[in-house]
Structure formats: structure tokens, C-alpha cells
């Protein structure tokens, strides 16, 4: 198509940059829903008699439906025996709002309703089956966001131990501290 007139030609130059510039945002936007955190522990800080449980990364994802974990383990650690993720959802309270206990012999995962930083207020609230790549040495959880209140953001503090109820092998981030803020998308 050859377009004669000047005014006809900066239209369609127009038309054309709009486009392109919408087809580039629309590739290089986050998905809805793709909220995710990434928090990082050093190797080697694990304080156990047990080389198992030294955590290096927890990612956090925060979608409309579900808070989903994943856990990875420095190389030759091994996975821990008991796995606590406090989930702080209000920035005004002391400690977590819930605690999301697991571990690698019961292969399923429970949500408790938190007393602060002390333990657990009640039963369970949800359970769920946890995933465990034996080969990969990680643990994955998906939990239903109504099972924690459906919060707008989420924080999270992990801590590992090996003899159940054990005591604490590695605290990630660190000790009662968490992760950054993680928005539903």
C-alpha cells in the first residue's frame, strides 16, 4: 500500500508506533497474578549436627488463588525433616498471623492460625499434600490464599529442624525476620 499524502502518512506512522509500542508492553508485562518473592540464606549457616536442612532460597509466589512456596537447599544438604513457614499478612502485629507446618515423612502440609512468634492457636485450619523432589532436593506447597484470610500481601519467615519437634537447623531469611512484601497480582 503506498500512501501519497503527507497528513495520511503520519497517521499511519502514528497507528503503527501505537501499535508496536502496545505488542511490546503486552510481551514484556508481569502476567496477572505473577507476584513472586525471592528471599536468599546463605549456605552453610545451619546450626545442626545433621548436614540436612541448610536452606538457600525460598521463593514466594502470591497469586489470586493460591500462596505458593518452593524451597531449595544448598548442594549436598539434603531436605530437613520439619519445615515452619510463619506468614506475617499484618505489618502491625507482632509475629506471624499463620504458620504453615510440613515436613517429609507426612507429605502434606497444615495451616495453623499463629500465636505470635510462640507456636500454634488451635488445630488445623487447612491441610493439603506438599510436593517433594526427592531428586532435586526441594519442597513445594500450594496453599488456597482462603486458608490464610485470602491477604493482600504476604511475608514469610522459614525455619527447618530434623528432629521433630527438633530443634531450629536454619531460619531463613534469619531469625523471626522475613522476606520482603509479596502483593497478590
Known amino acids: 500500500m503506498r500512501i501519497k499524502h503527507t497528513a495520511a502518512r503520519r497517521t499511519a506512522t502514528a497507528l ?8 511490546v508492553a503486552l510481551t514484556t508485562a508481569v502476567p496477572a497474578g ?5 528471599m536468599t540464606d546463605p549456605a552453610g549457616d545451619a546450626k545442626t549436627s545433621f548436614k540436612s536442612g541448610d ?10 488463588k493460591a500462596l505458593r512456596l518452593a524451597v ?10 520439619v519445615y515452619r513457614f510463619n506468614v506475617d499478612t499484618d505489618p502491625k502485629a507482632k509475629g506471624p498471623e499463620w504458620v504453615i ?3 517429609i515423612e507426612v507429605e502434606q502440609w497444615r ?11 488451635g488445630g488445623p485450619v487447612c491441610t493439603g499434600g506438599n510436593d517433594i523432589d526427592w531428586d532435586a532436593e526441594r519442597m513445594r506447597l500450594v496453599v488456597p490464599r482462603g486458608c490464610l484470610g485470602s491477604p493482600e500481601r504476604v ?5 527447618t529442624s530434623n528432629d ?20 497478590t497480582g
Open 34 to 38: 505473577a507476584a513472586v518473592g525471592v
Open 164 to 183: 521433630y519437634p527438633g530443634t531450629p537447623v536454619d531460619h531463613a531469611p534469619g531469625k523471626r525476620t522475613y522476606g520482603a512484601w509479596v502483593t
Open 111 to 121: 495451616v495453623f492460625r499463629a500465636d505470635g512468634w510462640r507456636g500454634v492457636d
Open 16 to 23: 503503527l508506533g501505537g501499535v508496536t509500542a502496545t505488542v
Open 155 to 159: 511475608r514469610v519467615n522459614l525455619v
Open 72 to 81: 531449595t537447599h544448598a548442594a549436598e544438604s539434603g531436605l530437613a525433616d
Open 55 to 64: 536452606v538457600t532460597k525460598v521463593r514466594v509466589k502470591h497469586g489470586p
Open 101 to 103: 507446618g510440613t515436613g
